[in-house]
């Protein structure tokens, strides 16, 4: 996660008598209500949390999470593979939440852009509206460069993840996860943007999903990927975090970061499942039955994969609260009060 932090710039004031700039005569500008115009100031807190794939399901838990802290927030999302429902969603429970608190006043503003972040063009108009306003008087009077932005921090979620696709696709991979990356960096620099938590990949998705379309009849078994593995029970073990857990991680790694630098962290429970347990705690939250297939192996799985997060919890003073139950809990629950959806359009 590089990240950096910029010092507020500063305008010199001078006169005949003192025409030299001392400490004596330099004024912040974010504290001189005589010689700088409203909508500057206005503008040095309007900052924002730039959110690549806002929509998605990672991305939009995070958005919410962001928003309950008070972040003014920025989803970028080109909706491939989400739905812009998704973010009027989020719009309506920060509604809500600030409504119930009688907070209307302090309120955070969400902003939404379609775009895909590999498209240069588009995303540097989309970068220039969050520039500084350069209305000075005079043209020495400017902003640093590394302050020209808005955006505080960017939070990545656009990463391809698909194992079994990236074998069968390497190049498609390559040129999103890599390529783009490299590229978007470059235009984030341009702006000043310093600040970057990137998320290459996401917690063990396809399970929880499928075992859903299990329960409401929309597939008749799971289909179990290997039963050899040198697991408990010969199927896959992997560490399974609650999306919130995960939300405020990447929250956590935004405010609690250290500055300066690339660091790593791996965000997870510590604690592994395998396909066969997570079905059994799925059983006992929703107290239906899940038939299950066993058939071969994916190509590119392996048999365990579970997080050491010991690293995030000393460095960013964060660990998981929600348990595999909550975790099942919670997914079934959505999925009563989202009965009226159509099945084919949830998952």
């Not at 059994?280 to 058939?295: D, F, G, N, S």
Request: net charge neutral; glycine share 8%.
């Amino acid at each position: 996660m590089p990240s950096g932090a910029s010092s507020p710039a500063r305008v010199s004031y001078s006169n005949e008598t003192n025409p030299l700039g001392t400490p004596l005569t330099e004024r912040s500008l974010l504290f001189d209500d005589d010689d700088i115009d409203v909508a500057v100031r206005k503008s040095m807190t309007d900052r924002f949390i730039l959110v690549v794939g806002g929509c998605g399901f990672i991305g939009s838990h995070t958005v919410w999470e962001l928003a309950k802290a008070g972040y003014n927030v920025a989803v970028i999302d080109n909706l491939s593979n989400s739905f812009i429902n998704v973010f009027e969603k989020i719009e309506l429970m920060v509604d809500h939440h600030y409504a119930a608190q009688s907070k209307n006043g302090q309120r955070p503003t969400l902003k939404f852009h379609q775009s895909d972040f590999r498209d240069m063009t588009k995303m540097t108009a989309i970068l220039q509206e969050y520039d500084y306003p350069m209305n000075f008087e005079s043209s020495s009077d400017t902003l640093c460069d590394d302050q020209r932005s808005r955006i505080s921090g960017v939070i990545h979620f656009a990463a391809y993840k698909a194992v079994e696709e990236s074998i069968q696709q390497p190049l498609k991979y390559y040129s999103n996860n890599v390529g783009g990356l490299i590229d978007f960096c470059s235009l984030l620099g341009e702006f000043g943007i310093k600040k970057l938590v990137f998320n290459p990949r996401v917690a063990a998705t396809n399970l929880m999903p499928v075992v859903l379309r299990v329960l409401t009849g929309a597939l008749s078994s799971l289909s179990v990927y290997g039963s050899d593995y040198d697991t408990v029970d010969g199927t896959a073990v992997r560490d399974y975090i609650h999306v919130t857990d995960l939300a405020r991680g990447h929250l956590a790694a935004l405010s609690n970061g250290p500055s300066g630098g690339f660091r790593v962290y791996n965000l997870g429970t510590g604690r592994g499942y395998s396909v066969l347990e997570v079905v059994t705690a799925m059983e006992h939250a929703t107290r239906k039955a899940v038939p299950v297939k066993i058939v071969g192996r994916r190509g590119g799985d392996v048999g365990k994969c579970v997080a050491l997060s010991s690293k995030a919890e000393m460095e960013l003073r964060w660990k998981t609260d929600k348990t595999l139950a909550m975790c099942c809990g919670d997914l079934w629950r959505f999925l009563e009060t989202s009965a009226n959806v159509v099945k084919e359009k949830v998952f």
